[in-house]
């Protein structure tokens, strides 16, 4: 399975991004999708996830600002980042795991390469 992510960018405080991320391959087992976020000289930290019949889950830091969801049929996850803050500047890695995973889980089998997000004026 190979995922490629794309929509990060430089957005100011407060503005919005949405990130996308495409599995291919034998991606028609995956069932749970999610992205993962690591900041210069910090771990690296769970942001959300999403399981195939749609149940999602969110980091507390990122609760009623980012919305993920996905696109069964085209083997795509998205992460729509609302109020975004300096804080969140990070490059944004999308993850993926046959597995039903709800909530944070470390040991996801894929990973794409990570897509550059940062929020500054």
């Known amino acids: 399975v190979q995922l490629q992510a794309s929509g990060g960018g430089l957005v100011q405080p407060g503005g919005s991004l949405r990130l996308s991320c495409a599995a291919s391959?034998?991606?028609?087992?995956?069932?749970?999708m999610g992205w993962f976020r690591q900041a210069p000289g910090q771990q690296r930290e769970w942001v959300a996830s999403?399981?195939?019949?749609?149940?999602?889950n969110y980091a507390d830091s990122v609760k009623v600002r980012f919305t993920i969801s996905r696109d069964n049929a085209k083997n795509t996850v998205y992460l729509q980042m609302n109020s975004l803050k300096p804080e969140d500047t990070a490059v944004y890695y999308c993850?993926?795991?046959?597995?039903?995973?709800?909530?944070?889980?470390?040991?996801?089998?894929?990973w794409g390469k990570g897509t550059q997000v940062t929020v500054s004026s």
């Open positions: 993850t993926a795991d046959r597995g039903y995973h709800y909530g944070y889980y470390s040991a996801m089998s894929y």
């Open positions: 999403i399981v195939r019949g749609g149940s999602t």
């Open positions: 391959g034998s991606s028609f087992s995956i069932n749970t």
